[in-house]
């Protein structure tokens, strides 16, 4: 069975501030772990991803997690907050699929919304 | 298309209605997934099909919800006799074999009243 659990339904930054949104999870196999985010109105966009490799993940407008297995978290972080990062981001677990199958069910966690402040 | 697409975009629907929703995902994309997300909550898996072949229909949350992909591209999601609890964002996402990334479309927000 798997869970994610996102701490803090709300996060609220000023602008240029650092961004540190929180990830946790539970698996009973090694997992996958996606960052999503969600704009009003639109579907989910894919921020970043750990499948094993680097633990240390870059993703897209300056968004980067730490996958840290003895703390089972995946936090993630902005060094500077802009406005166009206020949004509501979604943190989600797969199991690893060994077989190289596309079965790839996603949980997902509760979301966080961001808001950067001027 | 460029991306997955989803119709209608918005549904209103009086209690007791059968409704449609529809999902055309990305071209030569095998998996497909239908996800539910309530107001203020995360996404829920509803269904997967790899396909035409629905491997996958635990999320469903009762019998009056029924997902199609007869010809393995377009799926269709039916809900019969809506209820008001039935309200919600449904989301529809593809990925191509062997990928880990899920291309979600905007979603189809249903209101039950």
């Known amino acids: 069975?798997?869970?994610?659990?996102?701490?803090?339904?709300?996060?609220?930054?000023?602008?240029?501030?650092?961004?540190?949104?929180?990830?946790?999870?539970?698996?009973?196999?090694?997992p996958y772990l996606f960052w999503y985010v969600q704009y009003p109105n639109q579907g989910l966009q894919l921020l970043l991803k750990y499948t094993s490799a680097a633990t240390l993940v870059k993703g897209i407008n300056g968004f980067e997690a730490?996958?840290?297995?003895?703390?089972?978290?995946?936090?993630l972080t902005k060094p500077s907050a802009h406005m166009s990062d206020a949004a509501e981001y979604f943190c989600a677990v797969r199991p690893y699929s060994a077989g190289g199958t596309s079965y790839g069910?996603?949980?997902?966690?509760?979301?966080?919304i961001l808001t950067v402040h001027p | 298309g460029a991306g997955v697409s989803q119709s209608p975009r918005y549904k209103v629907a009086k209690r007791g209605q059968d409704v449609a929703l529809r999902c055309d995902p990305i071209s030569g994309h095998v998996s497909l997934f239908w996800y539910q997300q309530a107001l203020g909550q995360g996404p829920e898996f509803l269904t997967y099909f790899q396909n035409e072949a629905q491997l996958d229909k635990s999320g469903l949350p009762s019998d009056r919800f029924f997902?199609?992909?007869?010809?393995?591209?377009?799926?269709?999601?039916?809900?019969?006799?809506?209820?008001?609890?039935?309200?919600?964002v449904y989301l529809c996402a593809s990925s191509n074999t062997g990928g880990n990334e899920q291309f979600f479309g905007p979603g189809t927000r249903l209101t039950v009243l």
């Open chain 2, 67 to 88: 997902a199609e992909r007869p010809e393995g591209s377009v799926s269709t999601l039916k809900i019969q006799r809506t209820q008001q609890e039935d309200s919600a």
């Open chain 1, 1 to 30: 069975a798997q869970s994610v659990t996102q701490l803090g339904s709300h996060v609220s930054v000023s602008e240029g501030a650092l961004v540190l949104l929180r990830c946790n999870y539970s698996s009973s196999v090694p």
């Open chain 1, 105 to 112: 069910k996603l949980t997902f966690g509760q979301g966080t």
């Open chain 1, 66 to 75: 730490e996958f840290k297995k003895s703390e089972t978290s995946f936090h």
